[in-house]
Nanobody, 121 residues
């Protein structure tokens, strides 16, 4: 089994910053892409950012220039640095690893449980 555990969410004022972390654990051989999604109340889950194992990144237009995704392959951990936060960034943020190769060479699509980010004054 593979688990993704997020941390770092919380309440922040508009214009503030937060850093989310997501650590993968379990019987992992290799993880290719990792990413962050978010779901605001009453809205569908949407892509925030992704990063490949070679560090190629992709961002939603709404977060470009404000958010930065990075990863530590040795720790199987992905980060999301969020700056200049806006009230519309309020959502539950989910970590995703769609291509986890396990030690038994299965391919899994793994999700974290989510962490709440609230941007409000």
């Amino acid at each position: 089994q593979v688990q993704l555990v997020e941390s770092g969410g919380g309440l922040v004022q508009p214009g503030g910053s937060l850093r989310l972390s997501c650590a993968a654990s379990g019987s992992i051989f290799r993880i290719y892409a990792m990413g962050w999604y978010r779901q605001a109340p009453g809205k569908q889950r949407e892509l925030v950012a992704t990063i490949r194992s070679g560090a190629n990144t992709n961002y939603a237009d709404s977060v470009k220039g404000r958010f930065t995704i990075s990863r530590d392959n040795a720790k199987n951990t992905v980060y999301l640095q969020m700056n200049s936060l806006k009230p519309e960034d309020t959502a539950v943020y989910y970590c995703n690893a769609p291509e986890v190769i396990t030690s038994t060479l299965r391919t899994l699509d793994a999700w974290g449980q989510g962490t709440l980010v609230t941007v409000s004054s």
